[in-house]
């Protein structure tokens, strides 16, 4: 079965870097594209990025976008995100989230998610 | 960016009602609006898709309508399992953007 497991979150000061990782198996990773998705404590859902299955095309939410880099490596079946100049609204759940076989931005299965939280 | 509202934020419901949570959307996105259910503490679950189909493994209580900009997201006979924070989300454009939510609680 499809299972997702992220992992890196933790406690992190304004201004510093973070990298999360999501371990993908029970699927050919490769073949999917997949997305970050965080939730501030109490909020809603927000996407963050996406990237095709083979790494080329990356989009990114405006609130992110230049601070935050998504990769992938389809040799280890991991999905990245590294998180640059971390501010206090960064701090949030931060879930991966793969494409459904419908689409790319239908997200089909997700991860249990890791928490950052930026603070001095 | 495509604007998405939900409405209510909240209701109260028992067991066995019929619930309807309405979606809109801030300019057409055809059908490409999906549903999300997520229980405390956990990561949301895909329910709807394409505004009407359900994915695999969903009861078939659950039921979404509408195009173009007004979505619904139907429960025909609330069940204790049901009581949750839904989402719907738009896949017609990047950026994809989410409802607020509506946490529907028990009565």
């Known amino acids: 079965q499809v299972q997702l497991v992220e992992s890196g979150g933790g406690v992190v000061q304004p201004g510093r870097s973070l990298r999360l990782s999501c371990a993908a198996s029970?699927?050919?990773?490769?073949?999917?594209?997949m997305h970050w998705v965080r939730q501030a404590p109490g909020k809603g859902l927000e996407w963050v990025a996406v990237?095709?299955?083979?790494?080329?095309?990356?989009y990114y939410a405006d609130s992110v976008k230049g601070r935050f880099t998504i990769s992938r490596d389809n040799f280890k079946n991991t999905l990245y995100l590294q998180m640059k100049s971390l501010r206090a609204e960064d701090t949030a759940v931060y879930y991966c989230a793969r494409a459904d076989n419908y689409g790319d931005y239908e997200l089909g299965y997700w991860g249990q998610g890791t928490l950052v939280t930026v603070s001095s | 960016d495509i604007q998405m509202t939900q409405s209510p934020s909240s209701l109260s419901a028992s067991v066995g009602d019929r619930v309807t949570i309405t979606c809109r959307a801030s300019q057409s996105i055809s059908s490409y609006l999906n549903w999300y259910q997520q229980k405390p503490g956990k990561a949301p679950k895909f329910l709807i898709y394409?505004?009407?189909s359900l994915q695999s493994g969903v009861p078939s209580r659950f039921s979404g309508s509408g195009s173009g900009t007004d979505f619904t997201l139907t429960i025909s006979s609330l069940q204790p399992e049901d009581f949750a924070t839904y989402y719907c989300?738009?896949?017609?454009?990047?950026?994809?953007?989410f409802g607020g939510g509506t946490k529907v609680e028990i009565k």
């Open positions: 990237i095709w299955n083979d790494g080329n095309i990356k």
């Open positions: 989300q738009q896949s017609s454009s990047i950026p994809l953007t």
């Open positions: 029970g699927f050919t990773f490769s073949a999917y594209g």
């Open positions: 394409a505004a009407s």
